[in-house]
């Protein structure tokens, strides 16, 4: 399987879903999700999306969670595998990396493995003429998850960023 999160292409090339819109003051919320086991902060409670999606794998499904700030765009993915479906966690991480800048499509900036909370991640940089977007994959048991931020060039939104990253935490059951 090649990546996790085709419905994230989908939302980063949509122009109209992507504009970040003006939300007045700073005040994100507490998300939780029970079926994706995390909670982050955001800054507005975040849109979902679900797709189940054939394989040759068998069939996964894709969770998706969007917000947006007056600055940048954040997303929280994750996929459910088939239960036969045995993949490489690199392998994986590697993939779902290649397939996002692919699919945008945009220039790899620099790439990192490293571990998030003990789990095996990978943090990368991509960009286009415009937008900068900043993403960490990481494998937790058998569940990949993409978080992923957009900012267009120009604008600092970096505390907003540290925010969201620094928030997120998987509640394992």
């Known amino acids: ?52 999606i054939p394989s040759e794998h068998g069939p996964y499904t894709t969770h998706l969670f969007v917000a947006k700030s007056a600055k940048s765009v954040f997303l929280i993915g994750w996929v459910d595998y088939d239960p036969s479906f ?36 990978l943090e990368f940089t991509a960009e286009t003429a415009n937008t900068i977007y900043i993403s960490r994959v990481f494998i937790v048991g058998r569940r990949p998850y993409q978080l992923v931020v957009r900012t267009d060039k120009g604008l600092d939104d970096s505390d907003s960023v540290t925010r969201f990253f620094g928030s997120f935490k998987v509640q394992l059951h």
């Open 1 to 52: 399987m090649k990546g996790l999160l085709c419905s994230v292409l989908l939302l980063l090339g949509s122009g109209a879903i992507l504009q970040a819109q003006e939300h007045s003051g700073d005040s994100w919320v507490s998300f939780t999700s029970e079926v994706g086991r995390f909670s982050a902060l955001l800054p507005q409670t975040p849109t979902d999306q679900v797709e189940t």
């Open 86 to 121: 045995d993949f490489n966690p690199q392998s994986e991480l590697d993939a779902n990396r290649d397939n996002f800048i692919r699919g945008i499509p945009a220039k790899l900036v620099s790439s990192k493995n490293t571990r998030i909370d003990g789990y095996q991640s």
